[in-house]
């Protein structure tokens, strides 16, 4: 093997293993834009019962068929997938900031699941909301 071969070869070793480790290394390794949560959500909350009385309050909120329901600052009801999409830990709903916020490692989203803080990179499924007198459903 003369020079010009062992340089030649050893540029398409060296094109093949980055090439290669940019298949493994550049794939996206999150889409912000997907969503995470249960499907086919549909219940009603009767807010007359005193196990959802957190709704009756702007702030309050409550865990129900693994959807977090919220009654906002302003006093509109927001819906989310319940489970934070960085390591399946409840998220809580924090009224003063109008965010979701998962303790765990401090992952917040906006009233409609979108993530506007890691690590969590995928958005929480958002769920709609309609009340009627003090029935309030919850569905996909
Ligand atoms: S589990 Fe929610 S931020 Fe890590």
Same mark, same amino acid.
């Given at each position: 093997?003369? +020079?010009?071969?062992?340089?030649?070869?050893?540029?398409?070793?060296?094109?093949?293993?980055?090439?290669?480790?940019?298949?493994?290394?550049?794939?996206?390794?999150?889409?912000?834009?997907?969503?995470?949560?249960?499907?086919?959500?549909?219940?009603? #909350?009767? #807010?007359?019962?005193?196990?959802?009385?957190?709704?009756?309050?702007?702030?309050?909120?409550?865990?129900?068929?693994?959807?977090?329901?919220? +009654?906002?600052?302003?006093?509109?009801?927001?819906?989310?997938?319940?489970?934070?999409?960085?390591?399946?830990?409840?998220?809580?709903?924090?009224?003063?900031?109008?965010?979701?916020?998962?303790?765990?490692?401090?992952?917040?989203?906006?009233?409609?699941?979108?993530?506007?803080?890691?690590?969590?990179?995928?958005?929480?499924?958002?769920?709609?909301?309609? #009340?009627?007198?003090?029935?309030? +459903?919850?569905?996909?």
């Amino acid at each position: 093997m003369d +020079r010009k071969e062992f340089l030649s070869l050893m540029g398409a070793s060296a094109a093949t293993i980055m090439f290669a480790g940019c298949l493994a290394g550049c794939k996206k390794s999150s889409d912000s834009s997907s969503t995470d949560g249960p499907s086919n959500v549909d219940f009603t #909350l009767d #807010l007359s019962q005193s196990a959802n009385a957190a709704l009756n309050n702007n702030g309050g909120y409550v865990y129900h068929g693994g959807v977090i329901v919220a +009654r906002t600052s302003t006093g509109s009801f927001v819906a989310v997938s319940q489970t934070c999409t960085h390591e399946s830990y409840n998220v809580v709903f924090q009224s003063a900031n109008n965010r979701f916020y998962c303790a765990n490692h401090g992952a917040t989203f906006s009233t409609a699941g979108a993530v506007t803080n890691g690590p969590a990179s995928k958005a929480l499924k958002q769920y709609n909301t309609a #009340l009627t007198g003090t029935s309030l +459903r919850v569905y996909s």
